[in-house]
């Protein structure tokens, strides 16, 4: 069994996987600002909200995402929202990891376009191919602020790293992905967490990793890793 091990600052709150409807819900009353408080009120906003949560949290766990979690929190007196997931998937580099690294690099930055830059950096835990831009997403009617649906730029986070084999025969990437709708705030704030969490990141086989650390498994099927990090 191969492990993952990583890092990330205390303001994010970890989203659980492959949720059932009520579980969504409860999450989202948990994290509401209105929560379970507001009863007698109209729910249909929650309700709305807890659907798109369930499928989009499903979605994750059957993507191959082991790891996903959100931040809202106030940076330098404005409201800051952020969203980081990890996956892992299969992917048959071969024995040449670094290869690999340059080889994915050059295609996502092929695929997006201008306003995308990236480079290859030696990471503790192995070549890592790093890039940034932003990319616009629409928001759906019960995320928006205003009712309706609206397009939003995000500032963009994307680390590919080769995951080592013992046997030197790599066979899977792990992917970690951040994006935020504050684009001001990516580099006084997001990029130095996001260096610090890609830096912290470990690969191990102990079948008894140390206690305290963040833990995410996975296995050869990219559909078997639905554990949490500290399952």
Known sequence: ?????FSVPAEFEEVPLGMDFDAACAEV???SAYGSSRAGTDEQPLTEM????????RFLGDSGVVYAANCLHSFEGEVSLGSLAVSVVAYPYGADAAT???????GVLASRGEGWTGAVFD????????FSGGQSYVLPQAFSPTGEQV???????????????ASGDGRHMCLMAFSTPQITHWERCYAPIMASVLRSLRFTEDDQPDAGTEIIPFAESANAAEQSAGA
């Open 123 to 130: 990471a503790p835990c192995g070549k890592a191919a790093v």
């Open 100 to 106: 690999a690294a340059r080889g994915s690099l050059r």
């Open 29 to 31: 009353n948990a994290r």
């Open 1 to 5: 069994m191969m492990w993952i091990d």
């Open 151 to 165: 397009e939003v730029l995000t500032a963009q986070f994307h680390a590919m790293i080769p995951v080592p084999s």
């Open 50 to 57: 807890a659907r798109a949560l369930q499928r989009i949290s």
